[in-house]
């Protein structure tokens, strides 16, 4: 099958990484510095983003994403040959080479390691990700709810370390951990191995080529969200509060905390954002305004960019917005993976 598409040369590579960041939650500068500078190192005559479509129905597709910390990322440095270790372990795996790349998510570096990676291995990137925003878990993704395990997954850690793990698909995440924190707080992963014409019922498609055009300096922010946004208020932060957690034994990588912002216009609502790892919900004088599985930000009004969960203080002036989040997760079954109830919020 002939392949055409769009090439990521290096002018577009700055665009995908600006567009990357525009909604960006927990991203450290410094791992999306070092994603950036490794991705100009390796671009080469760039790489072709293809449909999923376009591919021969029976390409191996490989999922590629970061998993653990990016503060991490940006303290222990890659090697360099972590992607091709990875994709090349899934591969002696299956018993067959990798012919696309596709991303799990699009936020920050986790933009730019499937390029790198595509790059490196000299394959097609597909257009499209696997959540149309972000969540904590690597389970928590459309890939899953269109019936595709992570696993086998392939980690490549920045000592040389190479650990596969092969497990059911509801306990990728409890392995996961405990081994991504003994390679000093990050791999890279290669994951969720499927065909393409597999892929092509699952992705969230064009989301590649809609943060390519985010990333066009003057372009509204709205851009890089292609279901919609609002923007739910502008106020100040008065308090960052601990919480003991809602009553649930979730396996997610962060404890409780609440934030409270005062609108500073209107009609001066007191809005609570409950997070858990992000925020999950918004209540706006007790009523509920937001809620996952949609993406609400706290965009800072000095930089525009994304102010994360730990990094929130009082007098901090931010808009909370709210990313509206891909069909698929405002299924049944999408609300149960990505909904309140996955994080421990009865609701």
């Keep these: ?85 990875a994709v090349r372990a899934l591969e002696r795996r299956l018993g067959r080479r990798a012919g696309a790349i596709v991303a799990l998510n699009l936020a920050a570096e986790n933009a730019l390691l499937p390029l790198i990676t595509a790059a490196e291995l000299g394959v097609p990137m597909v257009d499209g990700d696997g959540t149309g925003r972000v969540f904590p878990l690597v389970e928590q993704t459309t890939y899953t709810l269109g019936g595709v395990s992570p696993a086998p997954l392939a980690l490549a850690g920045a000592s040389g370390e190479l650990v596969v793990l092969e497990t059911a698909a509801d306990r990728v995440e409890e392995l996961l951990r405990p081994v991504v924190l003994s390679l000093g707080g990050w791999a890279l992963a290669a994951c969720y191995p499927m065909t393409a014409g597999e892929l092509a019922g699952v992705l969230v498609p064009g989301t590649v080529s809609l943060l390519l055009r985010a990333g066009v300096p003057g372009a509204p922010r709205s851009t890089a969200a292609p279901y919609g946004v609002r923007t739910l208020c502008q106020g100040e932060i008065l308090a960052v509060e601990g919480s003991t957690g809602h009553g649930a034994d979730l396996a997610l990588p962060s404890l409780p905390s609440s934030i409270v912002v005062r609108e500073s216009e209107g009609l001066r609502r007191l809005v609570r954002l409950e997070a858990h790892n992000e925020i999950v919900l918004a209540l706006a004088d007790g009523a ?60």
Excluded: N, Y
Aim: glycine share 14%.
């Design 1 to 85: 099958m002939s392949i055409g598409g769009r090439v990521i040369d290096r002018e577009e590579l700055g665009r995908l990484s600006a567009g990357a960041r525009l909604f960006a939650t927990g991203a450290a500068e410094s791992a999306h510095t070092l994603a950036l500078d490794w991705a100009g190192s390796v671009l080469g005559a760039g790489v072709r983003l293809v449909t999923a479509g376009e591919l021969d129905p029976g390409t191996l597709c490989v999922a590629i994403t970061l998993a653990g910390s990016t503060t991490a990322l940006g303290e222990q440095l890659p090697r360099g040959d972590e992607p091709v270790r």
């Design 288 to 347: 509920v305004v937001a809620r996952a599985p949609d993406q609400i930000c706290m965009i800072s009004t000095d930089d525009g960019m994304v102010v994360d969960v730990d990094k929130a203080g009082p007098g901090q002036e931010v808009e909370i917005m709210v990313v509206r989040a891909a069909p698929v997760w405002h299924t049944d079954e999408g609300l149960a993976l990505g909904g309140l109830r996955a994080f421990g919020i009865p609701l």
